[in-house]
């Protein structure tokens, strides 16, 4: 089973991502972790959806792309991605 949480800001993000990781999580990449209890999450920005769905393929490919090598999501570094 695997859980996505949808965060509206980076602070938001950041506070779920240590909380999961406190006391034996584990990181992975593009968001993802398992949690002490072995449970995987994934934590994201609300926005999300809407940057990789765009019609702009351009511009969704970007986002893809700078997601990939991240392990905890930037939020600020994925929109950046989308405007660029």
Avoid at 8 to 15: C, I, K
Avoid at 40 to 47: E, G, L, N, S, T
Avoid at 66 to 81: G, H, S, Y
């Amino acid at each position: 089973m695997s859980i996505v949480v949808l965060c509206d800001d980076q602070t938001e993000l950041d506070r779920y991502w240590n909380a999961l990781l406190e006391g034996g999580g584990k990181p992975q990449a593009c968001g993802w972790l398992i949690d002490r209890f072995g449970l995987r999450w994934q934590i994201v920005p609300a926005v999300m959806d809407e940057m990789i769905g765009d019609s702009d393929t351009a511009r969704s490919k970007r986002v893809v792309e700078a997601m990939l090598k991240m392990v905890k999501l930037d939020i600020a570094a994925l929109e950046k991605a989308y405007r660029s």
